[in-house]
C-alpha cells in the first residue's frame, strides 16, 4: 500500500484526468508509478512527458536495449516495483521472456551482443558509481559502435531510473498495489 494518498482514477480533474486518460491509452491502465505523483499536477505531466520521451518515443536506441537498461538499473536499485514492469516491457519490446530473465540475471552471460554487454556494463557503473565515469569508459563504448547520441540516451535512461527507483520505494510502490 502506497504511504502517500494518490488521486483515484474516478476522483481525477484538470491536467490529472488528462494525463491519466493519456496513460490509459497507451498502457491500457494508469500505473501506480504515475498516480504517485497524481498529488502534482505539474510534475504529473512532466513525468509522463519525460518517460514517454526517453523510453517510449522511437529514437537512437531500441526499445529493447532501452528496457535492458531500465530493467538493470531497477534490478541494481533493487527497486522490484520497476524491475518487474521493466522486464515485461521487454518481451513487449521482442526480447523472449527466457531471454530477458537471462538479462536480468545476469546481462555478462545472457545471449546478447558483446557491444550490449559493454553498454550494459557502463550502466551498471554509472548506476553504482556515477562520479567514476572515465573517457576510457566513453571510448570504449564508441569502439563498439555506440554514437554519441545513443550515449547520450543510454545515460539518461539510467539517470531516469535511478530517480523514479528512489520515489517509487521511498512512497511504498509495489507492483501488488496496481
Known sequence: MPRIQVVAEENAEGK?????EELRSVFGKVPGVMKALSLWPEVLELYANRIGMIVFSKTLLTRAVKEMIASLVSKVNECDYCLTYHQ?????????????EAI???YQTAPITDSEKK?????EKVTRHAYKTTDAD??????????EGQILEATLVVGLFCDINRWVDALGFRVEDD
Not at 138 to 147: D, F, K, N, Q, V
Open 16 to 20: 490529472v484526468k488528462a494525463v491519466y
Open 138 to 147: 566513453i571510448a570504449g563504448l564508441r569502439e563498439c559502435g555506440w554514437s
Open 104 to 106: 536480468v540475471t545476469d
Open 119 to 123: 553498454l550494459l556494463a557502463y550502466v
Open 88 to 100: 515485461s516491457f521487454l518481451v513487449d519490446a521482442g526480447i523472449s521472456s527466457i531471454e530477458a
